[in-house]
Protein backbone atom coordinates (compact mmCIF):
# COMPACT_ATOMS: atom_id res chain seq x y z
CA UNK A 1 0.00 0.00 0.00
CA UNK A 2 2.52 2.24 1.23
CA UNK A 3 4.26 1.79 -2.09
CA UNK A 4 1.93 1.73 -4.34
CA UNK A 5 0.72 5.46 -3.58
CA UNK A 6 4.47 6.48 -2.57
CA UNK A 7 4.92 5.89 -6.55
CA UNK A 8 2.17 8.58 -7.69
CA UNK A 9 2.98 11.14 -5.55
CA UNK A 10 5.08 14.01 -6.58
CA UNK A 11 8.95 12.97 -5.71
CA UNK A 12 10.42 16.12 -6.28
CA UNK A 13 10.76 16.89 -2.47
CA UNK A 14 11.98 13.49 -2.04
CA UNK A 15 14.27 13.45 -4.08
CA UNK A 16 16.26 16.28 -2.53
CA UNK A 17 15.62 14.65 0.83
CA UNK A 18 17.08 11.40 -0.12
CA UNK A 19 19.52 12.10 -2.70
CA UNK A 20 22.32 12.37 0.03
CA UNK A 21 21.58 8.61 1.38
CA UNK A 22 21.76 7.87 -2.54
CA UNK A 23 25.38 9.09 -2.34
CA UNK A 24 26.10 7.48 0.94
CA UNK A 25 25.01 3.98 -0.67
CA UNK A 26 27.69 5.38 -3.92
CA UNK A 27 30.47 6.19 -1.99
CA UNK A 28 30.32 2.34 0.42
CA UNK A 29 30.98 0.84 -2.74
CA UNK A 30 34.51 3.18 -3.17
CA UNK A 31 38.01 2.30 -1.60
CA UNK A 32 38.83 4.04 1.29
CA UNK A 33 42.13 4.57 -0.20
CA UNK A 34 40.42 6.12 -3.07
CA UNK A 35 40.42 9.24 -1.13
CA UNK A 36 40.07 11.59 -4.84
CA UNK A 37 37.14 9.55 -5.94
CA UNK A 38 35.39 9.75 -2.79
CA UNK A 39 35.65 13.52 -2.79
CA UNK A 40 34.70 14.29 -6.10
CA UNK A 41 31.88 11.58 -5.72
CA UNK A 42 30.68 13.40 -2.65
CA UNK A 43 30.88 16.81 -3.85
CA UNK A 44 28.86 15.63 -7.25
CA UNK A 45 25.80 14.19 -5.23
CA UNK A 46 26.19 17.96 -3.12
CA UNK A 47 26.19 19.77 -6.41
CA UNK A 48 23.35 17.28 -7.98
CA UNK A 49 21.29 17.82 -4.76
CA UNK A 50 21.36 22.07 -5.19
CA UNK A 51 20.45 21.62 -8.77
CA UNK A 52 17.58 19.51 -8.36
CA UNK A 53 16.49 21.75 -5.01
CA UNK A 54 16.43 25.03 -7.62
CA UNK A 55 13.77 23.59 -9.27
CA UNK A 56 11.59 24.52 -5.48
CA UNK A 57 12.08 28.03 -6.40
CA UNK A 58 11.55 27.92 -10.04
CA UNK A 59 8.14 26.38 -9.57
CA UNK A 60 7.24 28.01 -6.06
CA UNK A 61 3.91 30.14 -6.68
CA UNK A 62 5.65 33.85 -5.26
CA UNK A 63 2.12 34.59 -3.83
CA UNK A 64 1.01 31.05 -2.13
CA UNK A 65 0.95 31.38 1.61
CA UNK A 66 0.43 27.47 2.03
CA UNK A 67 2.39 24.31 1.64
CA UNK A 68 3.59 23.43 -2.03
CA UNK A 69 5.35 20.40 -3.61
CA UNK A 70 3.62 18.35 -1.11
CA UNK A 71 3.49 14.33 -0.66
CA UNK A 72 0.95 12.54 1.56
CA UNK A 73 1.55 8.96 1.98
CA UNK A 74 -0.03 6.70 4.33
CA UNK A 75 2.70 4.73 6.77
CA UNK A 76 2.41 3.90 9.95
CA UNK A 77 -2.06 3.58 9.34
CA UNK A 78 -2.98 2.31 12.86
CA UNK A 79 -1.76 4.88 14.25
CA UNK A 80 -2.23 7.45 11.48
CA UNK A 81 1.28 8.34 11.20
CA UNK A 82 2.18 9.54 7.44
CA UNK A 83 5.15 10.06 4.96
CA UNK A 84 4.23 13.94 4.36
CA UNK A 85 6.44 16.68 3.21
CA UNK A 86 5.97 19.85 1.78
CA UNK A 87 7.60 23.60 2.03
CA UNK A 88 5.91 27.04 2.27
CA UNK A 89 7.94 30.22 2.29
CA UNK A 90 8.96 29.76 5.49
CA UNK A 91 10.99 26.56 4.61
CA UNK A 92 11.59 27.07 1.04
CA UNK A 93 15.27 29.31 1.45
CA UNK A 94 16.13 27.09 4.57
CA UNK A 95 16.53 23.96 2.29
CA UNK A 96 18.08 26.26 -0.42
CA UNK A 97 20.24 27.63 2.00
CA UNK A 98 21.04 23.61 2.83
CA UNK A 99 21.46 22.02 -0.11
CA UNK A 100 23.51 25.41 -1.18
CA UNK A 101 26.57 25.07 1.39
CA UNK A 102 26.43 21.12 1.02
CA UNK A 103 29.08 21.73 -2.18
CA UNK A 104 30.71 23.93 -0.79
CA UNK A 105 31.30 22.25 2.94
CA UNK A 106 32.70 19.53 0.52
CA UNK A 107 35.19 22.01 -1.09
CA UNK A 108 36.33 23.00 2.25
CA UNK A 109 37.66 19.66 3.48
CA UNK A 110 39.82 18.85 0.19
CA UNK A 111 43.13 19.39 2.12
CA UNK A 112 41.50 19.82 5.71
CA UNK A 113 40.50 16.16 6.18
CA UNK A 114 43.10 13.89 5.29
CA UNK A 115 42.22 10.75 7.40
CA UNK A 116 38.99 8.09 7.31
CA UNK A 117 38.08 10.39 4.07
CA UNK A 118 35.24 8.17 3.24
CA UNK A 119 33.47 8.13 6.74
CA UNK A 120 33.84 11.66 7.05
CA UNK A 121 32.17 12.27 3.14
CA UNK A 122 29.43 9.15 4.62
CA UNK A 123 28.46 11.65 7.54
CA UNK A 124 28.57 14.82 5.77
CA UNK A 125 25.80 13.65 3.26
CA UNK A 126 23.89 11.78 5.92
CA UNK A 127 23.80 15.10 8.04
CA UNK A 128 22.75 16.73 4.87
CA UNK A 129 19.57 14.55 4.48
CA UNK A 130 18.81 14.47 8.27
CA UNK A 131 18.61 18.67 8.05
CA UNK A 132 16.61 18.40 4.94
CA UNK A 133 14.35 15.90 5.60
CA UNK A 134 13.70 18.04 9.53
CA UNK A 135 12.73 21.34 7.14
CA UNK A 136 10.74 19.96 4.96
CA UNK A 137 8.41 17.41 7.51
CA UNK A 138 4.76 18.07 8.06
CA UNK A 139 4.18 14.83 10.18
CA UNK A 140 5.43 15.06 13.97
CA UNK A 141 7.12 11.08 14.06
CA UNK A 142 9.13 11.87 10.54
CA UNK A 143 10.60 15.06 11.89
CA UNK A 144 11.54 13.47 14.79
CA UNK A 145 13.04 10.93 13.08
CA UNK A 146 14.66 13.43 10.96
CA UNK A 147 15.52 15.50 13.87
CA UNK A 148 17.49 12.72 15.54
CA UNK A 149 19.22 11.69 12.20
CA UNK A 150 21.12 14.75 12.72
CA UNK A 151 22.88 14.16 16.33
CA UNK A 152 24.43 11.13 15.53
CA UNK A 153 26.37 13.11 12.30
CA UNK A 154 27.25 15.38 13.69
CA UNK A 155 28.80 14.11 17.28
CA UNK A 156 31.42 11.75 15.05
CA UNK A 157 32.35 14.69 13.12
CA UNK A 158 33.11 16.32 16.69
CA UNK A 159 34.38 13.50 18.31
CA UNK A 160 36.65 12.13 15.39
CA UNK A 161 37.62 15.07 13.59
CA UNK A 162 37.56 17.95 15.97
CA UNK A 163 40.60 18.83 18.17
CA UNK A 164 41.96 18.78 21.49
CA UNK A 165 39.01 18.44 23.73
CA UNK A 166 36.76 17.02 21.08
CA UNK A 167 35.28 14.18 23.01
CA UNK A 168 34.40 16.58 25.95
CA UNK A 169 32.53 18.71 23.19
CA UNK A 170 31.26 16.28 21.28
CA UNK A 171 29.92 14.42 24.44
CA UNK A 172 28.69 17.69 25.91
CA UNK A 173 26.67 18.65 22.49
CA UNK A 174 24.98 14.81 22.77
CA UNK A 175 23.71 15.13 26.36
CA UNK A 176 22.17 18.57 26.19
CA UNK A 177 20.07 17.98 22.38
CA UNK A 178 19.01 14.31 24.09
CA UNK A 179 17.79 16.38 26.89
CA UNK A 180 15.39 18.84 24.31
CA UNK A 181 14.78 15.88 21.76
CA UNK A 182 13.41 14.01 25.13
CA UNK A 183 11.28 17.05 25.91
CA UNK A 184 10.03 17.70 22.17
CA UNK A 185 9.37 13.69 21.96
CA UNK A 186 6.95 14.14 26.00
CA UNK A 187 5.36 17.35 24.13
CA UNK A 188 4.82 14.80 21.00
CA UNK A 189 2.83 12.16 22.51
CA UNK A 190 0.90 14.44 24.46
CA UNK A 191 -0.27 16.42 21.32
CA UNK A 192 -1.07 13.33 19.70
CA UNK A 193 -3.38 12.53 22.63
CA UNK A 194 -4.65 16.09 23.32
CA UNK A 195 -4.88 16.23 18.97
CA UNK A 196 -5.56 12.88 17.93
CA UNK A 197 -3.18 13.04 14.86
CA UNK A 198 0.27 13.43 14.20
CA UNK A 199 -0.15 15.50 11.20
CA UNK A 200 1.03 18.85 11.64
CA UNK A 201 -1.24 20.77 9.04
CA UNK A 202 -4.43 18.83 11.25
CA UNK A 203 -2.96 20.05 14.26
CA UNK A 204 -3.00 23.51 12.93
CA UNK A 205 -7.01 23.35 12.70
CA UNK A 206 -7.39 21.54 16.07
CA UNK A 207 -7.42 23.88 19.05
CA UNK A 208 -5.99 22.82 21.58
CA UNK A 209 -6.97 22.95 25.27
CA UNK A 210 -5.78 26.12 26.50
CA UNK A 211 -4.47 24.96 29.82
CA UNK A 212 -2.44 22.15 28.30
CA UNK A 213 -0.87 24.86 25.51
CA UNK A 214 1.21 25.94 28.71
CA UNK A 215 3.36 22.78 29.33
CA UNK A 216 3.01 21.43 25.72
CA UNK A 217 4.57 24.95 25.11
CA UNK A 218 6.81 24.58 27.84
CA UNK A 219 7.97 21.19 26.59
CA UNK A 220 8.46 22.27 22.81
CA UNK A 221 10.09 25.61 23.56
CA UNK A 222 12.83 24.49 25.69
CA UNK A 223 14.02 21.75 23.55
CA UNK A 224 14.18 24.27 20.44
CA UNK A 225 15.69 27.02 23.36
CA UNK A 226 18.85 24.56 23.51
CA UNK A 227 19.13 24.05 19.64
CA UNK A 228 19.15 27.66 18.69
CA UNK A 229 20.92 28.13 21.55
CA UNK A 230 19.38 30.85 23.34
CA UNK A 231 20.86 32.66 27.08
CA UNK A 232 20.97 30.61 29.35
CA UNK A 233 21.17 27.50 27.12
CA UNK A 234 23.98 28.53 25.43
CA UNK A 235 26.97 26.67 26.64
CA UNK A 236 27.46 23.81 24.54
CA UNK A 237 27.83 25.92 21.88
CA UNK A 238 31.27 28.08 22.08
CA UNK A 239 32.92 24.13 22.73
CA UNK A 240 31.10 22.38 19.91
CA UNK A 241 31.73 24.80 17.68
CA UNK A 242 35.79 25.14 18.62
CA UNK A 243 36.10 21.99 18.48
CA UNK A 244 34.80 20.83 15.35
CA UNK A 245 36.16 20.49 12.19
CA UNK A 246 36.01 23.65 9.73
CA UNK A 247 32.99 21.92 8.09
CA UNK A 248 31.33 21.00 11.43
CA UNK A 249 31.66 24.07 12.54
CA UNK A 250 30.01 25.67 8.88
CA UNK A 251 26.88 23.58 9.42
CA UNK A 252 26.34 23.47 12.79
CA UNK A 253 26.21 27.60 12.58
CA UNK A 254 24.57 27.72 9.09
CA UNK A 255 21.90 25.06 9.38
CA UNK A 256 21.80 22.74 12.62
CA UNK A 257 21.35 25.98 14.73
CA UNK A 258 18.27 27.04 12.63
CA UNK A 259 16.72 23.76 13.42
CA UNK A 260 15.56 25.86 16.66
CA UNK A 261 14.49 29.33 15.15
CA UNK A 262 12.46 26.82 12.62
CA UNK A 263 11.04 24.67 15.69
CA UNK A 264 9.33 27.30 17.43
CA UNK A 265 7.72 28.89 13.82
CA UNK A 266 6.91 25.69 12.64
CA UNK A 267 5.36 23.70 15.81
CA UNK A 268 5.57 25.79 19.08
CA UNK A 269 4.23 29.43 17.72
CA UNK A 270 1.37 28.27 15.69
CA UNK A 271 0.18 24.97 17.60
CA UNK A 272 0.15 26.72 21.52
CA UNK A 273 -0.36 30.21 20.61
CA UNK A 274 -2.29 31.19 24.07
CA UNK A 275 1.22 30.01 25.73
CA UNK A 276 3.38 31.88 23.02
CA UNK A 277 1.43 35.13 23.80
CA UNK A 278 1.42 34.59 27.67
CA UNK A 279 5.74 33.43 27.20
CA UNK A 280 6.82 36.05 24.57
CA UNK A 281 8.06 39.13 26.83
CA UNK A 282 10.07 36.65 28.90
CA UNK A 283 11.57 35.05 25.40
CA UNK A 284 12.34 38.73 24.05
CA UNK A 285 13.88 39.21 27.76
CA UNK A 286 16.19 36.40 26.51
CA UNK A 287 16.82 37.25 23.30
CA UNK A 288 17.93 40.89 24.33
CA UNK A 289 20.09 39.02 27.10
CA UNK A 290 21.78 36.75 24.18
CA UNK A 291 22.16 39.57 21.69
CA UNK A 292 24.08 41.52 24.64
CA UNK A 293 25.74 39.08 26.31
CA UNK A 294 26.93 37.66 22.86
CA UNK A 295 28.36 40.40 21.53
CA UNK A 296 30.04 41.45 25.25
CA UNK A 297 32.07 38.05 25.34
CA UNK A 298 33.10 37.50 21.86
CA UNK A 299 34.64 41.29 22.37
CA UNK A 300 37.46 39.35 24.57
CA UNK A 301 37.87 36.39 23.13
CA UNK A 302 41.37 35.60 22.16
CA UNK A 303 40.66 32.95 19.70
CA UNK A 304 39.06 33.88 16.73
CA UNK A 305 36.88 30.50 16.37
CA UNK A 306 35.08 31.42 19.71
CA UNK A 307 34.53 35.01 18.49
CA UNK A 308 32.35 33.85 16.08
CA UNK A 309 30.67 31.12 17.69
CA UNK A 310 29.75 33.66 20.65
CA UNK A 311 28.90 36.28 17.61
CA UNK A 312 26.38 33.39 16.60
CA UNK A 313 24.49 33.48 19.84
CA UNK A 314 23.98 37.29 19.58
CA UNK A 315 22.94 37.27 15.88
CA UNK A 316 20.11 34.22 16.64
CA UNK A 317 19.14 36.26 19.59
CA UNK A 318 17.75 38.63 16.76
CA UNK A 319 16.02 35.87 15.23
CA UNK A 320 14.44 35.34 18.47
CA UNK A 321 13.46 38.86 19.02
CA UNK A 322 12.03 39.34 15.18
CA UNK A 323 9.68 36.06 15.89
CA UNK A 324 8.27 37.52 18.97
CA UNK A 325 7.37 40.94 17.66
CA UNK A 326 4.48 39.16 16.67
CA UNK A 327 3.28 39.97 20.29
CA UNK A 328 -0.29 40.22 21.25
CA UNK A 329 -2.89 39.58 19.09
CA UNK A 330 -0.43 40.21 16.12
CA UNK A 331 0.39 43.38 14.91
CA UNK A 332 1.35 44.74 11.67
CA UNK A 333 5.04 44.79 13.47
CA UNK A 334 4.89 40.75 13.31
CA UNK A 335 5.04 40.91 9.26
CA UNK A 336 8.24 42.52 9.61
CA UNK A 337 9.38 41.02 12.87
CA UNK A 338 8.99 37.31 11.28
CA UNK A 339 10.11 37.93 7.79
CA UNK A 340 13.14 40.12 9.26
CA UNK A 341 13.99 37.14 11.42
CA UNK A 342 13.46 34.26 8.65
CA UNK A 343 15.53 36.83 6.49
CA UNK A 344 18.29 36.88 9.37
CA UNK A 345 18.50 32.67 9.52
CA UNK A 346 19.56 32.96 6.03
CA UNK A 347 22.28 35.63 6.41
CA UNK A 348 23.34 34.09 9.59
CA UNK A 349 24.03 30.76 7.54
CA UNK A 350 25.47 32.64 4.92
CA UNK A 351 27.90 35.37 6.64
CA UNK A 352 28.68 32.90 9.61
CA UNK A 353 29.41 30.34 7.09
CA UNK A 354 31.31 32.20 5.37
CA UNK A 355 33.74 33.66 8.60
CA UNK A 356 34.12 30.11 9.73
CA UNK A 357 35.85 29.04 6.18
CA UNK A 358 37.90 32.21 6.86
CA UNK A 359 39.17 30.87 10.09
CA UNK A 360 39.36 27.58 8.72
CA UNK A 361 41.62 28.30 5.74
CA UNK A 362 43.99 30.49 8.54
CA UNK A 363 43.96 27.41 10.94
CA UNK A 364 45.02 25.46 8.02
CA UNK A 365 48.30 27.76 7.31
CA UNK A 366 49.49 28.47 10.42
CA UNK A 367 48.00 25.83 13.13
CA UNK A 368 46.58 28.71 15.60
CA UNK A 369 43.76 30.55 16.21
CA UNK A 370 44.81 32.81 18.46
CA UNK A 371 44.50 36.71 16.86
CA UNK A 372 47.47 37.53 18.68
CA UNK A 373 49.49 35.48 16.30
CA UNK A 374 48.16 37.40 13.33
CA UNK A 375 48.81 40.87 12.26
CA UNK A 376 49.57 42.44 8.96
CA UNK A 377 48.16 39.78 6.54
CA UNK A 378 46.47 42.21 4.04
CA UNK A 379 49.77 43.21 2.54
CA UNK A 380 50.38 39.20 2.22
CA UNK A 381 47.17 37.62 1.44
CA UNK A 382 44.98 40.47 -0.45
CA UNK A 383 42.74 37.81 -2.16
CA UNK A 384 41.82 36.24 1.22
CA UNK A 385 41.80 39.68 3.28
CA UNK A 386 38.99 40.75 0.53
CA UNK A 387 36.64 37.74 1.64
CA UNK A 388 37.67 38.25 5.06
CA UNK A 389 36.25 42.03 5.03
CA UNK A 390 33.38 41.68 3.10
CA UNK A 391 32.11 38.67 5.29
CA UNK A 392 32.95 40.82 8.62
CA UNK A 393 30.75 43.81 7.25
CA UNK A 394 27.99 41.33 6.19
CA UNK A 395 28.05 40.32 9.43
CA UNK A 396 27.50 43.57 11.20
CA UNK A 397 24.82 44.94 8.78
CA UNK A 398 26.65 47.09 6.59
CA UNK A 399 24.02 48.56 4.06
CA UNK A 400 24.17 46.53 0.77
CA UNK A 401 25.04 43.70 1.77
CA UNK A 402 22.54 41.06 3.35
CA UNK A 403 23.07 41.43 7.07
CA UNK A 404 21.65 45.12 7.40
CA UNK A 405 17.75 43.56 5.75
CA UNK A 406 17.60 41.26 8.08
CA UNK A 407 18.44 43.85 10.84
CA UNK A 408 16.43 46.16 9.82
CA UNK A 409 13.44 44.17 9.31
CA UNK A 410 13.32 42.87 12.99
CA UNK A 411 14.33 46.45 14.66
CA UNK A 412 11.20 47.41 12.24
CA UNK A 413 8.97 44.64 13.16
CA UNK A 414 9.92 45.17 16.96
CA UNK A 415 9.20 49.00 17.03
CA UNK A 416 5.88 48.91 16.00
CA UNK A 417 4.86 45.88 17.86
CA UNK A 418 4.12 46.05 21.29
CA UNK A 419 7.14 45.19 22.89
CA UNK A 420 9.32 48.30 21.51
CA UNK A 421 10.98 49.12 24.07
CA UNK A 422 13.37 45.98 24.05
CA UNK A 423 14.50 47.85 20.06
CA UNK A 424 16.85 50.18 22.34
CA UNK A 425 18.73 47.55 23.87
CA UNK A 426 18.28 44.90 20.39
CA UNK A 427 20.38 47.96 18.42
CA UNK A 428 22.62 48.41 20.90
CA UNK A 429 24.20 45.08 19.94
CA UNK A 430 24.21 46.40 16.45
CA UNK A 431 26.83 48.56 17.67
CA UNK A 432 28.56 46.03 19.78
CA UNK A 433 29.02 43.76 17.03
CA UNK A 434 30.28 46.24 14.78
CA UNK A 435 33.03 46.78 17.87
CA UNK A 436 34.20 43.40 18.25
CA UNK A 437 34.02 42.47 14.69
CA UNK A 438 36.08 45.38 13.13
CA UNK A 439 38.77 45.32 15.74
CA UNK A 440 39.15 41.71 15.19
CA UNK A 441 39.71 41.97 11.19
CA UNK A 442 41.94 45.45 12.16
CA UNK A 443 44.51 42.91 14.64
CA UNK A 444 44.63 40.52 12.04
CA UNK A 445 44.71 42.00 8.29
CA UNK A 446 46.38 45.36 9.97
CA UNK A 447 49.55 46.57 11.74
CA UNK A 448 52.73 45.04 11.63
CA UNK A 449 53.59 41.52 10.75
CA UNK A 450 55.34 40.72 14.31
CA UNK A 451 55.46 36.82 13.71
CA UNK A 452 57.97 36.14 11.09
CA UNK A 453 55.62 33.09 9.76
CA UNK A 454 53.18 35.37 8.66
CA UNK A 455 55.65 36.76 6.37
CA UNK A 456 55.12 33.79 4.50
CA UNK A 457 51.77 33.10 4.15
CA UNK A 458 50.56 31.98 1.14
CA UNK A 459 47.32 33.81 -0.17
CA UNK A 460 44.39 31.65 -2.09
CA UNK A 461 44.12 29.15 -4.22
CA UNK A 462 41.53 28.26 -7.16
CA UNK A 463 39.61 26.01 -4.59
CA UNK A 464 39.50 28.18 -1.96
CA UNK A 465 38.55 30.61 -4.28
CA UNK A 466 35.67 28.63 -5.24
CA UNK A 467 34.63 28.15 -1.76
CA UNK A 468 34.25 31.57 -0.67
CA UNK A 469 33.07 33.46 -3.74
CA UNK A 470 29.35 31.95 -3.68
CA UNK A 471 28.68 33.00 -0.23
CA UNK A 472 30.49 36.33 -1.32
CA UNK A 473 27.94 36.77 -3.88
CA UNK A 474 25.05 35.81 -1.89
CA UNK A 475 25.88 38.01 0.62
CA UNK A 476 25.46 41.29 -2.26
CA UNK A 477 22.76 39.60 -3.90
CA UNK A 478 20.79 39.36 -0.48
CA UNK A 479 21.96 42.57 0.46
CA UNK A 480 20.71 44.51 -2.88
CA UNK A 481 17.59 41.74 -4.42
CA UNK A 482 15.90 41.46 -0.55
CA UNK A 483 12.76 41.33 -3.38
CA UNK A 484 13.33 38.03 -4.93
CA UNK A 485 13.44 36.27 -1.07
CA UNK A 486 10.55 38.11 0.59
CA UNK A 487 7.95 38.50 -1.74
CA UNK A 488 8.03 34.33 -1.49
CA UNK A 489 8.76 34.23 2.45
CA UNK A 490 6.12 37.44 3.42
CA UNK A 491 2.28 35.22 2.01
CA UNK A 492 3.68 32.50 4.54
CA UNK A 493 4.46 34.75 7.39
CA UNK A 494 0.83 36.26 6.61
CA UNK A 495 -0.92 33.44 6.05
CA UNK A 496 0.73 32.25 9.58
CA UNK A 497 -0.07 35.53 11.61
CA UNK A 498 -3.49 35.45 10.37
CA UNK A 499 -4.11 31.84 12.11
CA UNK A 500 -1.86 32.98 14.94
CA UNK A 501 -4.43 36.20 15.39
CA UNK A 502 -7.73 33.53 15.16
CA UNK A 503 -6.87 31.10 17.55
CA UNK A 504 -5.97 33.80 20.24
CA UNK A 505 -8.64 36.18 19.88
CA UNK A 506 -11.04 33.04 19.70
CA UNK A 507 -9.32 32.11 23.32
CA UNK A 508 -9.28 35.83 24.35
CA UNK A 509 -13.36 36.12 23.51
CA UNK A 510 -13.67 33.06 26.37
CA UNK A 511 -12.15 35.84 28.95
CA UNK A 512 -8.94 35.85 30.49
CA UNK A 513 -7.07 32.97 31.91
CA UNK A 514 -5.89 33.83 35.61
CA UNK A 515 -4.14 30.62 36.40
CA UNK A 516 -2.57 29.15 33.32
CA UNK A 517 -1.13 26.74 35.09
CA UNK A 518 -3.75 25.43 36.64
CA UNK A 519 -5.66 22.01 36.48
CA UNK A 520 -3.86 21.47 33.42
CA UNK A 521 -5.88 18.55 31.48
CA UNK A 522 -4.81 16.48 28.55
CA UNK A 523 -8.80 15.64 27.22
CA UNK A 524 -8.77 14.50 23.59
CA UNK A 525 -11.93 15.02 23.40
CA UNK A 526 -12.39 19.03 24.44
CA UNK A 527 -9.87 19.71 21.35
CA UNK A 528 -12.64 18.28 18.99
Known sequence: MFWTEFCK???LLTTVVFLPLAGVLLLLVVPSRSHGTLRWLALAVMLAGFAVSLRLLDGFEAGNGGMQFTVKVPWIERYGICYHLGVDGISLFLVLLTTFLGPVVVLSTWTAITNK??????????????????????DMVLFYIFWEVMLIPMYLLI??????????????????????SLLMLVGFIYLFRVGGSTDLLVLYGKQIPVKAQYLLFLSFA????????????????????????TAGSVLLAAVLLKMGTYGFLRFAMPLFPVASEYFSPYIC???VIGIIYGALVAMVQPDLKKLVA??????LGFVMLGLYALGSGGSGGGIYGISGGIYQMLNHGISTGALFLIVGILYERRHTRLIENFGGLSARVPVLAFFFMVATLSSIGLPGLNGFVGEFLILLGVYGGPHSGFVFFAASGVVLSAVYMLWMFRRVMFGRIVHPENE??????FREVLVLLPLTVMMFVMGLFPGIFLQRIQPAVEKFIEDYQEKTAAVQQAGPLTDPLAGVSFDRESSE
Do not use: N
Open 9 to 11: ADL
Open 117 to 138: VKSFMILLLLLQCGMLGAFVSL
Open 159 to 180: GVWGHEGRIYAAVKFVLYTMLG
Open 222 to 245: LAFAIKVPMFPFHTWLPDAHVEAP
Open 285 to 287: VLA
Open 310 to 315: YSSISH
Open 456 to 461: TMRDLG
